[in-house]
T-cell receptor, first 115, second 116 residues
Framework: DVKVTQSSRYLVKRTGEKVFLECVQD?????MFWYRQDPGLGLRLIYF???????EKGDIPEGYSVSREKKERFSLILESASTNQTSMYLC??????????????FGQGTRLTVV | AQKITQTQPGMFVQEKEAVTLDCTYD???????LFWYKQPSSGEMIFLIY????DQQNATEGRYSLNFQKARKSANLVISASQLGDSAMYFC?????????????WGLGTSLAVNP
């Protein structure tokens, strides 16, 4: 089974802290994604990566950065956490083996609260 | 512009009955794929079913089937014989071939409650 593992299920951080959210996948997938999910807003793409050391901005990259030093690991970094970054964060991965029918596999999510 | 529309914020269904969750999409690309995901209260997104734009048959996976009407640009999810465990958020998503085909475009979701 494909496994996407996020380092924390729940996280509480203080305003101004630097926050690291880690995601690891074990299926040798090329693509990895970070989303945030807020009520009524659905899933919004923050950043994605299609190869090691490669990254592309998604729809809401402001206030975030990412790192992909190894193929299996994709980190989301909040440089200076703010209360408006309180949200559910979802990591996903997918393969390039087919053009269309490769579904994305998700981690269990991290509920981040910034106080 | 939003390319995936799920018009039903919330739905109720009686246990053992069938339910249809609506999804319409907008694309000018002839090649695309459509996905449905389930998100229970635990938070994890679970892949349910896939339909390709060139597929001749409607996709089916167990109790899930996709009512794909290409001319109307709709890809409705049908859940037959609903179970209490089907209570969850359901998301429709699309991947286009043109542009960056690594990304999925998501609808806002439909919350389904199955009543005993």
């Amino acid at each position: 089974d494909v496994k996407v593992t996020q380092s924390s299920r729940y996280l509480v951080k203080r305003t101004g802290e630097k926050v690291f959210l880690e995601c690891v996948q074990d299926m040798d997938h090329e693509n990895m994604f970070w989303y945030r999910q807020d009520p009524g807003l659905g899933l919004r793409l923050i950043y994605f990566s299609y190869d090691v050391k490669m990254k592309e901005k998604g729809d809401i990259p402001e206030g975030y950065s990412v790192s992909r030093e190894k193929k299996e690991r994709f980190s989301l970094i909040l440089e200076s956490a703010s209360t408006n970054q309180t949200s559910m964060y979802l990591c996903a991965s997918s393969s390039n083996r087919g053009l269309m029918n490769t579904e994305a596999f998700f981690g269990q999510g991290t509920r981040l609260t910034v106080v | 512009a939003q390319k995936i529309t799920q018009t039903q914020p919330g739905m109720f269904v009686q246990e053992k009955e069938a339910v249809t969750l609506d999804c319409t999409y907008d694309t000018s690309d002839p090649s695309y794929g459509l996905f449905w995901y389930k998100q229970p209260s635990s938070g994890e997104m679970i892949f349910l079913i896939y339909q390709g734009s060139y597929d001749q048959q409607n996709a089916t996976e167990g109790r899930y089937s996709l009512n794909f009407q290409k001319a109307r640009k709709s890809a409705n999810l049908v859940i037959s014989a609903s179970q209490l465990g089907d209570s969850a958020m359901y998301f429709c998503a699309m991947r286009e071939v043109a542009g960056n085909n690594r990304k999925l475009i998501w609808g806002l979701g439909t919350s389904l409650a199955v009543n005993p």
